[in-house]
């Protein structure tokens, strides 16, 4: 977890407060799959067989997933396999799908513990397609940025062209990738104006020059170093300007590629690939603002200071279904300061006993900026994403409340499990779309009648075109509340179905560009960058609500 130690006060402006260094730890993989179907057992390569149940986030890039299987599961409204399976065994662990973006077979998936999703702000995504010279989403990039306790971090998936000779295609295709992706707000709006990058993927980078026997030779016999030198990634450090300042560890691993399928022997067939060390994960610093700047308040001054370190980068031979071997790596990333106050709290009892005790507190902080259709989630502790609730309530404010700081919601017996377990609420923001408060786990007893509510997965899948997929999550329940709507808060509109389905409703009809998020606002406040927003809320569908929006 997030481990925090004050170390210094500093005076920007007028504004007068600590600096917290606090470290998050994040565990990236990066897997051509070949598109096989997932191996039933992934649990050595997420770590969680050895792992100190430390990891904060994981990463999962991955390349070459089955587009046909994602077509046909499209259809069904399920999620792809990989992205399935990757919920499974994670959801148990108290990680929740934060965001995930697909590029036919490229797929970004970024879960982080439940604790930490009021703290990622800002989440976007991006695809970048660089086939057929950029009209074929076979190769090219997927990212995912975020602010993380008001850091910002971009998350940039890579499979870039195939075969000896394209190294200089590569490099022209990742310049095109960093070139086309541009996010929302102020701070960072290219990839690598984020605090830290991490970039990985099928980059796809040979080993020039050597003979295969040579090569051989040395992977047998563990002399990696011969082949480095003439591995064209490492070459292309030094010669190109868009690399200056990404690092990567030492390549201790065998090269992770062309495996003969089912087996850990390099290829064989008729194609005879040079094996290579395709598959890699660096990262980059942001470079640090000049001495001096920050201490009268200079954001840029304030941003920098992060620090980066690598405490594993391997390869997972075990894994055979495809002619790559999966590689990750572990990093612990260290900040200089630490926002970490919720935009809203819940406050709720240890123990849910009866139905009557099933209410809950909120408070929001002063610069929040609620919706009206902002709700409040029960989740059962070990669910997979945010629309994996068993129940949820408006999270409404009466006229005469408009004042009060406290605001309460009560559950009714048919948004509660039967039975017992542990539980925690969040607070979704629709504005922001995203969980902005969570509570600790706490226990529901209640009387046994029947079936378990407890909900399962499905999510939905929208594609703008052929060649990109857009993974947007839904109700776990086959038609949520359908057949007992609640109303809609206001009481002056009725609204039926899910929180999930009036938000949809309004991402199909605004196209303006997203408002700043309180979120930003408040990591400005405290002097930490200015953040783009993921927030699919504005225009006139907004303003009409806001009109008639007692909160607002
Ligand atoms: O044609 P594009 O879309 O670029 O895709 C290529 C081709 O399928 C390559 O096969 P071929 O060599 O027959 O052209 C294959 O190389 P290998 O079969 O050598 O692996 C590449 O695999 P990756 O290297 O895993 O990306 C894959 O990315």
């Not at 003439?230 to 062309?258: I, R, W």
Request: net charge negative; glycine share 8%; with cysteine.
């Amino acid at each position: 977890q997030c481990t925090l130690w004050l170390r210094d006060r500093v005076y920007p402006g007028d504004l007068y407060y600590y600096i917290t260094s606090f470290s998050i730890r994040v565990h990236i993989i990066t897997w051509n799959v070949g598109s096989a179907t997932p191996p039933d057992d992934i649990t050595s390569l997420l770590g969680l067989n050895v792992g100190d149940g430390n990891t904060d986030m994981y990463i999962i890039g991955l390349q070459e997933v089955n587009s046909m299987i994602n077509k046909r599961l499209k259809d069904a409204l399920f999620t792809d396999q990989w992205s399935e399976v990757c919920m499974e065994r994670l959801s148990p662990f108290g990680y929740v799908l934060v965001t995930s973006q697909r590029m036919q077979g490229v797929l970004l998936l970024v879960f982080a513990k439940y604790f930490h999703l009021p703290f990622l702000r800002g989440v976007q995504t991006e695809t970048t397609r660089t086939g057929l010279g950029g009209y074929w989403g076979n190769k090219g990039g997927v990212s995912a940025r975020m602010s993380v306790y008001g850091h910002t971090i971009c998350f940039l998936n890579c499979h870039l062209p195939a075969h000896m000779e394209n190294s200089d295609q590569r490099m022209e295709d990742f310049e095109s990738i960093l070139q086309q992706q541009q996010f929302e707000g102020q701070a960072a709006t290219g990839v690598l104006d984020h605090d830290v990058v991490f970039w990985f993927g099928d980059l796809n980078f040979r080993i020039d020059d050597l003979e295969m026997q040579v090569v051989k030779s040395a992977i047998d016999n563990n002399k990696f170093s011969i082949l480095w030198e003439k591995d064209q990634l490492n070459m292309a450090k030094d010669s190109e300007t868009v690399l200056e300042g990404f690092q990567e560890g030492p390549l201790k691993f065998p090269p992770t590629y062309k495996f003969d399928v089912g087996t850990n022997t390099y290829d064989t067939s008729g194609k005879k690939r040079k094996p290579a060390w395709t598959d890699r994960i660096l990262w980059r610093l942001r470079a640090t603002a000049p001495a001096g700047a920050g201490k009268r308040g200079s954001i840029s001054g304030l941003t920098s200071g992060a620090k980066v370190t690598q405490h594993n980068y391997r390869s997972h031979m075990e894994f055979t279904v495809s002619d790559h071997k999966p590689v990750s790596s572990i990093f612990t990333l260290q900040f200089p300061y630490k926002v970490d106050i919720p935009l809203v709290t819940i406050i709720v009892d240890d123990e849910w006993n009866s139905v009557a005790d099933a209410t809950a507190i909120f408070k929001l902080a002063p610069n929040y900026s609620r919706s009206s259709w902002d709700w409040i989630g029960l989740f059962k502790v070990g669910f997979k994403h945010y629309k994996d609730y068993v129940g949820y309530v408006w999270a409404k404010q009466e006229e005469s409340d408009f004042l009060r700081q406290e605001h309460q919601v009560t559950f009714t017996e048919e948004e509660l499990p039967k039975g017992s377990g542990d539980f925690i609420l969040g607070y979704y923001s629709n504005n922001m779309s995203s969980i902005v408060g969570v509570t600790e786990p706490f226990q529901i007893v209640l009387p046994t009648s029947g079936d378990d509510t407890s909900s399962s997965d499905s999510s939905d899948v929208t594609s703008e075109d052929d060649s990109t997929v857009v993974m947007k999550m839904r109700s776990r329940s086959p038609s949520p509340r359908k057949g007992k709507h609640r109303g809609h808060p206001s009481g002056s509109r009725s609204r039926s179905g899910s929180p999930y389905q009036a938000q949809m409703k309004e991402v199909d009809v605004t196209k303006a560009p997203p408002p700043s998020t309180t979120a930003e606002t408040d990591c400005k406040s405290i002097g930490g960058p200015a953040e783009g927003s993921s927030s699919h809320l504005s225009g006139p569908e907004e303003q009409e609500k806001n009109s008639q929006d007692p909160g607002v």
